[in-house]
């Protein structure tokens, strides 16, 4: 373990999630929640599971990484709220992390260029177009919606696709790795990565990356 303390990641924005303790991008102890049970209600639970398998408490983690996007709405707003609360309370800094970038991060991947997918429901998937190279994980371009056959068509000639929503199977990409989220090595080499790139305390200013307009509208006057 490195000197600095481990930090807790949580991701709720995709159908699987994931919550680790993490230290220097290695996994102490990691709990995930199927697409069967509703994520904020077993939330706290998985946090408090995760915990106890890396042998540590709330007390001991020196900040909070969490899935800022884009994914499902509530799903979203579940993990950011939560993990606010624990960084609010605690005194401690909270960094947030792109949800489909730590998709991208899943250790058996190639380097070269990827897409990284996750069901965006109503007949679209959320893709972003991702580098690899020794591991590390830079966006090409921003999130977007597409239609499945556009998302399709972006794999063509890529070294991956890693995802859920669409058939990755029927891409034209090299290495096809069908996921319903990030995996809690995922998060862990992100948050390293931002942390490498200066990441200072977000708690005040993390938005959720929802990536289009919510499916909820209020009502007209």
Do not use: N
Not at 55 to 70: A, K, N, S, W
Not at 130 to 154: C, F, I, K, N, W
Not at 186 to 211: F, I, K, M, S
Request: hydrophobic residues 50%; negative net charge.
């Amino acid at each position: 373990m490195s000197a600095q303390r481990p930090w807790l990641v949580l991701d709720t924005a995709a159908p699987v999630a994931v919550v680790a303790v993490v230290d220097d991008g290695a996994v102490l102890g990691e709990h995930t929640l199927s697409e069967t049970k509703r994520h904020a209600e077993g939330l706290i639970d998985a946090i408090d599971r995760a915990l106890l398998l890396a042998g540590v408490t709330l007390d001991d983690i020196e900040g909070v990484g969490v899935g800022r996007g884009p994914g499902s709405f509530i799903g979203v707003r579940t993990g950011i709220a939560t993990a606010k609360g624990i960084t609010l309370a605690r005194g401690r800094p909270l960094i947030g992390l792109s949800t489909l970038l730590a998709l991208a991060a899943t250790p058996e991947l190639p380097d070269g260029a990827g897409l990284a997918l996750i069901d965006a429901k109503r007949g679209e998937v959320y893709a972003q177009l991702v580098e690899r190279r020794a591991g590390v994980v830079r966006a090409v371009d921003p999130p977007a919606a597409l239609a499945p056959a556009d998302a399709t068509a972006r794999a063509a000639g890529l070294a991956f696709v890693v995802g859920s929503g669409l058939d990755v199977d029927a891409t034209a990409a090299t290495v096809r790795v069908a996921r319903p989220g990030p995996t809690a090595l995922g998060l862990a080499q992100v948050l390293r990565q931002r942390q490498a790139e200066g990441a200072a305390d977000e708690t005040d200013a993390l938005v959720p990356d929802y990536c289009r307009p919510p499916d909820a509208k209020l009502p007209a006057r």
